[in-house]
């Protein structure tokens, strides 16, 4: 199978909201192909990055680009919620641009698409527990539990009962496998989607503890920022951009407080983001046309404010 390569999503917008024009010091939690950075590498030699990245296919690239700019970019291979254990300076912006990059889903070797013949890995660190391993060595209660919880799949209990009953047979060892015993118990959706795809998601969300990592990430953004410093989130599904938008209502002024007679722990809390989306951003017919990606991605974005109490 020829590689497209990753095409960056919502760059200009990425570039505007994190406002790295006259330089500072950056972290990129999801280096992939380095898109991002190196546009804001480019964007002025005052610019330094620190990026992220937990899959070693990206070490090439990364060892590259810190040949390219030389002094300016450092690489860290680890997880983007382990940010705060390695970054002791304050930084001026974090972008998180979420989900895997078409590197890692048109590779089948790598497990992530029911599209293509591929072990069932879906391990973005390439270690850790693998979708072979949940669907063939979980109960079924608690695969139905993920299918429901990461992939909002309200015919979770229907498709773990198929993986169990399957499973008793020979074990589930690849992606086309595990897609057909989800096609045989699932109705073709009307919208033309796949009938697997939820459960796919739900199993790569689980595996790589992507709602946990994004948890943490968040959270540490509250101290890794200065003072106007911006945080800038592209995610790909509902579950991700809840977290992302209910994180920045908590801790912005749009939380609700404006009733006196309810005045609870969570508005007595300071007020630490500035929200710049009122709304997700989302990608505008061009880059729809040229890049199929964009279609789910939506952005948010905030800057940290000096603490001051609602
Ligand atoms: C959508 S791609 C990023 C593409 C990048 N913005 C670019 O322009 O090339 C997501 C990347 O983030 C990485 N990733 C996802 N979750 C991660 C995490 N929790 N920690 C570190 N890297 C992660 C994936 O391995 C993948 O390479």
Do not use: W
């Not at 990206?58 to 983007?80: E, K, P, S, V």
């Not at 509250?222 to 977290?243: T, W």
């Not at 002024?253 to 009733?259: E, G, Q, T, V």
Request: glycine share 8%; net charge neutral.
């Amino acid at each position: 199978m020829t590689q497209e390569p990753h095409i960056p999503v919502l760059l200009k917008e990425v570039l505007g909201y994190l406002d790295c024009r006259s330089g500072g010091l950056f972290i990129d939690g999801t280096f992939g192909a380095g898109g991002y950075t190196r546009a804001m590498l480019n964007a002025n030699p005052g610019v330094h990055v620190i990026g992220f990245d937990r899959d070693p296919n990206t070490l090439g690239t990364a060892h590259q680009m810190m040949t390219d700019f030389n002094g300016r970019f450092t690489f860290i291979h680890d997880c983007f919620g382990n940010m705060a254990q390695h970054v002791h300076n304050q930084v001026d912006g974090i972008v998180l641009d979420l989900g895997v990059s078409s590197m890692q889903i048109d590779q089948p070797e790598r497990g992530f698409s029911f599209r293509s013949e591929g072990p069932l890995d879906m391990r973005m660190a390439q270690r850790g527990i693998s979708a072979q391993e949940v669907v063939n060595g979980f109960p079924e209660q608690e695969i139905a539990h993920i299918l429901f919880r990461y992939g909002e799949e309200k015919a979770s209990y229907r498709i773990a009962a198929a993986v169990v009953q399957a499973r008793q047979k020979a074990p589930i060892t690849t992606t086309v496998q595990l897609a057909d015993i989800i096609h045989r118990v699932m109705p073709r959706p009307k919208d033309g989607s796949d009938s697997a795809m939820r459960s796919f998601q739900a199993l790569r969300i689980f595996v790589n503890d992507e709602l946990g990592e994004l948890e943490r990430a968040l959270t540490a953004s509250i101290d890794l920022l200065k003072p106007s410093g911006r945080l800038v989130v592209v995610s790909f599904h509902s579950l991700e951009d809840r977290l992302v938008k209910n994180f920045l209502i908590h801790h912005s002024a749009l939380r609700p407080h404006n009733n006196r007679h309810a005045m609870t722990e969570m508005t007595a809390e300071p007020i630490l983001f500035e929200v710049l989306t009122k709304k997700p951003i989302v990608a505008g017919e061009e880059e729809l046309a040229c890049n199929p990606r964009a279609h789910s991605a939506k952005l948010r974005a905030a800057r940290r404010r000096q603490e001051a109490m609602s």
